[in-house]
């Protein structure tokens, strides 16, 4: 996938001795390097509102598990912070999702 012209690094001239370097804007993984636990609960409770438990075991939707576990280890293991790398596939693709739809809104 190209990326635009207007996203990627370039260099303006601003007069004949001085440039200035107009630097693409961070992705949200550059600008949160790091997830704490209240922005992890954010995102469970985000997936809980937009698709609620359901049935008589009140189900979990598949994001929100997905997301329960990283969560829980967590709280067990008093980490108040986790990288996104340490993410699962799905709780990853959870995470990302949930980060741009919440940056969309």
Known sequence: MAVPNWHQAATK???S???????QPLSDHEVMSEITIHELEAAINFWRARSPSSGDE???CKEASAL???YALMIVQRQQ?????RLDGFARQAW???VR???SL
Request: glycine fraction near 0%.
């Open 13 to 15: 001239q601003l007069s």
């Open 17 to 23: 001795s001085h440039e200035v370097a107009i630097k």
């Open 58 to 60: 009140l189900v979990l």
């Open 68 to 70: 329960s576990k990283p």
């Open 81 to 85: 912070t986790l990288s996104p790398d």
């Open 96 to 98: 990302d999702s949930y």
């Open 101 to 103: 739809l919440n940056n």
